[in-house]
């Protein structure tokens, strides 16, 4: 059985940062690939970033230079650092574990940007 757990969220103030992360237990990572999305109060989930078994990464053109996706093989995590937050980064934060025929996510974990 695969699970993901999310960590790391909180409130932040404008500009201040977060990390967060992705537990993943059973057997299976390192082929995987695996995302982090994100869902704001009365809109749709959205791709924040992705990176592929062999660690290419992908962005939200709008979040490039302000978010970094990675990943550890070893460890089996994944994680987001999140800098420079705006209000409008606000969501419930999921990852996602990947690939052409399965995908399981995390229970998601809140960040809430406000002064």
């Known amino acids: 059985q695969v699970q993901l757990v999310e960590s790391g969220g909180g409130l932040v103030q404008p500009g201040g940062s977060l990390r967060l992360g992705c537990a993943v237990s059973g057997r299976i990572f390192s082929l995987y690939s695996m995302g982090w999305y994100r869902q704001a109060p009365g809109k749709q989930r959205e791709l924040v970033a992705t990176i592929s078994s062999n660690g290419r990464t992908n962005y939200q053109d709008s979040l490039k230079g302000r978010f970094t996706i990675s990943r550890d093989n070893a460890k089996k995590m994944g994680s987001l650092q999140m800098n420079n937050l705006k209000p409008e980064d606000t969501a419930v934060y999921y990852c996602?574990?990947?690939?052409?025929?399965?995908?399981?996510w995390g229970q998601g974990t809140q960040v809430t940007v406000s002064s």
């Open positions: 996602k574990l990947y690939n052409s025929d399965r995908e399981y």
